[in-house]
């Protein structure tokens, strides 16, 4: 009996020593795993990752953090393999449910669905409670993509208030000291080059702020003359630069130059009271209020069509985006009429969420805005997908240089793969071990970007040889717009690939190393690893990146045979690195314009030629795809390899996006440099 306990007693102490070296072994690894993972280093990490698995295979944190390396790295699928077994396995969290259903809507997306319906209503944003009492009565409004911000009309307190995306005001343009107002009855409001263009309805002018809201000057002047103005309303500005301003009180449209010398009057003896003005392609739209229509004219003030006739009851505001005219019906509601089809539909939401209905706009998340002319509310309205799906949310890097002062990389989305822009603080909380960090920053997002890293991919087979003078013209004109502090790497593909290696930008070396390398090859056989390289090379680097890419478009067996588009497309993406192309064949155009757009590159053609040669500035300016966040976090030194908890939440517009992440307490810190590199 002894003799069998003992034996009892050896097998389980055997069993638990196991159990703890297979323990140490797995957390081993998986340590190493996430130092490999958070310099980026994807391949040595999955490998690590993998072999932390094979001593715990039931490890979700583990197999959670391969997932997120195989993505990183570009295998989708990969990724995809591992969340499914961590739900397989018994595991809830919904943070591996929305990644997953995120790459699963990602990887069956239809780039032309149409996110602009349904809509749900999502609140009333009242502009005396949520605005600081700045906004009463709000008549137009309109979107700036680039500052993803909103402009509204207050004809109660008489100035123009611009508030940011999470509701707060940034300014009140046209407000004088106190509250006095340079405006009698603000109306119709237009943003173009950086200069607001607003409409007087009781003063008959058009006064001109820059974007800070600086007055500049003014125009217009009251009468009945064809010159003059009675009651200006809606603006627009066309493609070709003439301002359209609704002369409301003399029942037609006023046509200027933008610097207010008046050209021509539109609509006489057709339009009856007219409100709001839009406009695209060449085509303006007008709501004839009083005729319960929408009128279209051409640019030179030719009657095209008539839209809604029996239908419209008090048109007003307009807004054209994606090919949609936006009707506000100070009665009905809203209708959306399809330019292309010419179908007029009625808004498909409950629409007495408003007392007036006058204006609306949309924004870059095609988000819906209608003011309420009899209140200060302002109805916003979700797509429905956007309401559901949320925020999509990534911590790529955490940085434990200067513990416990931690700086993390984090990318944000929404449901079309979008990246959200303009964030602040405000809109982002940190937590760790469950207790909420008072206080973040944003602002090295900023301080990084100032110079520039470029890996400039030319493809040098046969067919690029007829396009070499536009090529240099080309490169020219990038480098000589790109500063000292700027750097560069050229990299030359055909059946063999030559690189200069990173340098500080340089015409005369640049333009020379390329002319040394010969046309060779029927098509660039490298360029794939060409590009894998390049990305592989710019995920650390803390400046404002891209890869750019000439190519005359040929593709054979073996141009994607090392690594496909699709793996390229989610590397560069998932890793914010634009791709950029410029095309002189538009052969292959769907790969390559494919790559660009998932990247939030862009791709040109020939026919696109001003605009390539302004590349440089482009990329310059273009919205981080990533933020960098500082934050003071829990100061644990004194429990060294201890696993800290990190979560993430960001919410913007009533969407929210949660990531769960971590970090062990550092023994020694890594090298990793806090300043621009």
């Avoid at 429990?639 to 993430?648: A, F, G, K, Q």
């Amino acid at each position: 009996m002894r003799l069998l306990i003992s034996l009892v007693l050896l097998t389980v102490s055997a069993f638990s020593y196991s159990q703890t070296i297979d323990t140490i072994n797995s957390e081993k690894n998986f340590k190493s795993g996430m130092i490999r993972f958070y310099n980026r280093e994807y391949e040595a990490a999955i490998q690590l990752f993998s072999k932390a698995l094979s001593y715990q295979k039931l490890d979700s944190r583990t197999r959670y953090y391969l997932g997120c390396a195989y993505l990183n790295a570009g295998y989708t699928k990969n990724a995809i393999d591992e969340w499914e077994n961590i739900v397989k396995f018994g595991d809830t969290s919904y943070e591996v449910r929305q990644k997953l259903n995120d790459l699963y809507f990602r990887l069956a997306i239809d780039k032309r669905y149409d996110y602009s319906n349904p809509y749900i209503f999502t609140r009333l944003y009242n502009g005396l409670e949520n605005g600081m009492h700045k906004i009463d009565r709000p008549s137009f409004i309109i979107y700036d993509n680039k500052s993803d911000s909103i402009i509204i009309s207050s004809t109660l307190t008489r100035y123009v208030v611009e508030i940011d995306g999470s509701g707060n005001p940034i300014r009140e343009i046209g407000r004088n000291f106190g509250e006095f107002s340079a405006f009698k009855l603000p109306m119709g409001i237009c943003l173009y080059n950086d200069k607001f263009y607003i409409a007087d309805y009781r003063a008959d002018e058009i006064y001109i702020f820059n974007r800070e809201g600086k007055y500049l000057s003014k125009f217009g002047s009251s009468g009945v003359a064809s010159s003059n103005i009675a009651g200006p309303m809606g603006l627009y500005i066309s493609e070709d630069e003439y301002l359209f301003a609704v002369d409301n009180g003399n029942d037609r449209i006023q046509k200027f130059d933008l610097k207010g010398e008046w050209i021509q009057s539109i609509g006489e003896g057709i339009l009856k009271r007219p409100t709001g003005v839009a406009g695209a392609n060449g085509i303006i739209y007008v709501s004839d209020t009083v005729n319960k229509r929408i009128a279209a004219f051409d640019t030179f003030g030719n009657m095209l069509a008539s839209i809604g006739d029996g239908i419209l009851q008090e048109p007003l505001g307009l807004f054209i985006k994606n090919g949609k005219l936006y009707i506000c019906d100070a009665e009905n509601g809203l209708y959306i009429y399809d330019i292309t089809g010419k179908i007029l539909n009625k808004f498909n939401t409950d629409d007495h969420k408003v007392q007036f209905a006058f204006d609306v706009c949309l924004d870059s998340k095609n988000i819906l805005y209608e003011t309420d002319f009899n209140t200060p509310n302002i109805a916003i309205f979700n797509p429905l997908q956007l309401q559901y799906a949320n925020l999509g949310l990534q911590v790529s890097q955490i940085w434990l240089s200067h513990y416990p002062r931690n700086l993390l990389h984090l990318r944000v989305w929404d449901k079309t793969g979008k990246p959200v822009n303009n964030l602040k603080e405000g809109n982002i909380s940190i937590f760790e071990e469950g207790t909420e960090i008072p206080f973040i920053r944003l602002g090295p997002t900023f301080e990084f970007r100032k110079n520039m890293y470029s890996k400039i991919i030319i493809d040098k087979s046969i067919s690029m040889n007829e396009y070499d003078p536009e090529l240099i013209e080309m490169l020219n004109s990038f480098l000589t717009r790109s500063s000292g502090d700027d750097w560069l790497d050229i990299v030359t593909v055909s059946d063999s690939m030559e690189s200069t290696g990173k340098m500080p930008s340089s015409i005369f070396r640049s333009i020379d190393f390329i002319k040394k390398v010969p046309y060779r090859g029927t098509y660039p056989q490298e360029l794939d690893s060409a590009m894998h390289s390049a990305i592989t090379e710019l995920l650390n680097i803390n400046r404002n990146k891209a890869v750019i890419i000439f190519t005359a478009g040929e593709i054979g067996n073996s141009t994607f045979s090392n690594y496909d588009a699709d793996l390229l497309s989610t590397y560069a993406r998932q890793n914010a690195i634009p791709v950029y192309v410029i095309d002189f064949t538009d052969k292959n155009r769907d790969i390559y314009e494919r790559i660009t757009e998932e990247t939030f590159g862009r791709y040109y053609s020939m026919k696109d030629l001003k605009d390539i040669l302004k590349i440089y500035h482009d990329i310059k300016i273009a919205p981080p795809l990533e933020y960098i966040v500082s934050y003071e976090g829990l100061d644990l030194k004194g429990l060294r390899d201890m696993w800290i908890n990190v979560h993430i939440k960001v919410k913007y517009k009533n969407l929210m996006g949660i990531d769960d992440t971590g970090y062990y307490v550092p023994e020694l810190f890594a090298p990793v440099s806090l300043t621009p590199q």
